[in-house]
């Protein structure tokens, strides 16, 4: 990946040099799935022993810092490769022009303000692409 990639444990530590190691893989994977891996990013990756915000059962987010600059957080105690994946994809819609900063438009077509969570497209499409890309990763390439 054209990327500078970050890998943080739980309160800023340093992960177990394993699960370092596949993070950087599945991200780099992932990446090479969504044909982000050409981008020149930074991405930091953090992990959490729990991850807690507004919405009930959310395992993880990305928040843009920049055009070219993310944050992933995911939460260790799930299904975090699903999480990142479906965090990665959002990356890729945001790298890609696909959802603006304010989730308020998909793919050049706006209205999106009032869309319920589950409902929304990039949320679809992330749920969508997310379990296709981490079976791949771990029994095909990764096992």
Known sequence: ????????GPRGAE???????YCLMAANFFAKKLKIDRFKTDVTIRMHHKFVTNAEGVEGQIMPLSERAFVIDVCLY???LGTLAHEMVHMKQ???D?????????KGRSGYEDVDYWSQPWEKEARRLQN????????????
């Open 132 to 143: 296709k890309m981490m079976v791949e990763f771990v029994e095909k390439d990764h096992p």
């Open 15 to 21: 992960l177990d040099m394993h699960l370092h190691g």
């Open 94 to 96: 945001y790298l890609r």
């Open 1 to 8: 990946m054209a990327a500078n990639v970050k890998v943080m």
């Open 98 to 106: 696909e959802i603006d900063w304010g989730l308020t438009r998909w």
């Open 78 to 80: 799930g299904n975090w």
